[in-house]
């Protein structure tokens, strides 16, 4: 949180949980980052002072409430307030992709990471891992294949959350724009509890990505991708 937003009003236990953050994906996108020796870029503050991933014309860009949760630093924001954090927050996130993304080299592609809870309104959620698209799924199709073909694992296909606009802000304004292949993957956060499981995830899909950006890209000199998390 910025020092100068104090806890938005919230208990030190509500900042730890999933509405303020996607727990254990920044530390998949740095691992995952790292196998695939491409950059990571990570938007450093909680979703709650404004989400990295979403228009900011939508309400959940600057939640007042998050899962039955009342935001009160968020309650009755002013344009001017909710300016100041997307100027200070959100438009440097968006800004340090696009400076990645538009540089010359080989053809990029974009891989959003995110986690989810294991229940939703008392619902269990069966996924594992989701694989999220829209229309483009020449990451996806691959992806869902191998992750499905492993067959230890409940893969949900735009499950638990839908990749279909307006979901899904980064890929819309970063990929979709340049007609770059792009996928976001969610892992369930209990899956993600310790390192070790940080790292096996990170293998995991490190595994089942490089044969596919290795095809997509095997007329340039070397595969590109960069792994971006948006939701902590």
């Known amino acids: 949180m910025p020092v100068a937003l104090g806890n938005l009003g919230l208990t030190a236990s509500h900042l ?3 509405i303020a953050l996607d727990i254990g994906a920044a530390a998949l996108t740095r691992s ?3 196998l695939l020796q491409v950059p990571a870029v990570l ?3 909680s979703r709650l002072v404004v989400d990295c991933n979403r228009h900011l014309e939508d309400p959940s860009a600057f939640p007042a409430v998050s899962d039955g949760v009342s935001i009160p630093g968020n309650s009755n924001l002013t ?3 909710r300016s100041a954090r997307a100027d200070a927050l959100y438009w440097p996130y968006h800004g340090a992709i696009a400076r990645i993304l538009d540089n010359p080299g080989p053809l990029p592609a974009l891989v959003a990471v995110h986690s989810f809870t294991p229940r939703l309104d008392g619902v269990a959620r069966p996924w594992h891992v989701g694989v999220l698209w829209d229309e483009d799924d020449r990451l996806a199709a691959p992806l869902l294949r191998s992750l499905r073909a492993d067959g230890r ?8 959350y839908s ?3 307006p979901a899904g802000y980064t890929m819309d304004a970063h990929a979709e724009r340049r007609g770059l292949p792009h996928v976001s993957i969610e892992v369930r956060q209990d899956l993600l509890a ?3 499981d940080v790292h096996s995830w990170a293998a995991l899909l490190a595994t089942a990505l490089r044969p596919i950006l290795a095809a997509r890209f095997s007329a340039s000199a070397r595969p590109g991708s960069q792994a971006v998390d948006d939701g902590s």
């Open 153 to 160: 694992w409940c893969v949900g296909d735009n499950e638990p």
């Open 16 to 18: 730890a949980g999933h």
């Open 194 to 196: 310790t390192q070790d």
């Open 43 to 45: 938007s450093g503050y």
């Open 32 to 34: 995952l980052a790292s």
């Open 163 to 165: 990749g279909r606009y």
């Open 79 to 81: 344009a001017e307030a």
